[in-house]
């Protein structure tokens, strides 16, 4: 089975990513095709008790999916991955900074 931490860190890549390169204005067709996709990705996110957790975490108030525009899924984004970080004891992510990090960039 895939490690835990390197699957993650790859899946937060990737994710983070998917937001950056998401378009300002989608079409109503796109922010469906996104609901679903997060949707089957949590389905099948290779982790179970984290794919379960992740499931239950998007049924609480106030955090299903938000794709209206980049900035609103990129910060969905970021409080998804800061929900994880909380559970996981780290530290919390601004998510005025997800652009910087994920789109016009930094490294570490
Ligand atoms: P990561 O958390 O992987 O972060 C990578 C980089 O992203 C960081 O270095 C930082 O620059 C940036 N970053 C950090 N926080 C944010 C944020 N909020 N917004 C934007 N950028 C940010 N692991 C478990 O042990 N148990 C779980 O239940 C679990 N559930 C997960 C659920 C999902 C959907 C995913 C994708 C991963 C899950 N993980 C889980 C993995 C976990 O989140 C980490 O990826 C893993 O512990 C490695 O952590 P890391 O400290 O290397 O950095």
Not at 17 to 42: C, G, H, M, R
Not at 88 to 96: T, V
């Amino acid at each position: 089975p895939p490690d835990v931490e390197e699957l993650g860190r790859s899946s937060w890549t990737l994710l983070h990513s998917i937001t950056a390169t998401y378009p300002v204005q989608p079409t109503p067709q796109l922010q469906n095709e996104t609901k679903s996709f997060i949707s089957i990705f949590a389905k099948l996110y290779p982790c179970w008790h984290c794919a379960s957790d992740f499931q239950a975490w998007m049924k609480e108030d106030g955090n299903a999916p938000r794709v209206s525009n980049r900035d609103e899924f990129g910060r969905w984004m970021c409080e998804a991955h800061n929900a994880v970080n909380v559970k996981l004891g780290k530290k919390e992510f601004d998510c005025g900074k997800w652009e910087e990090r994920w789109r016009t960039g930094w490294k570490d």
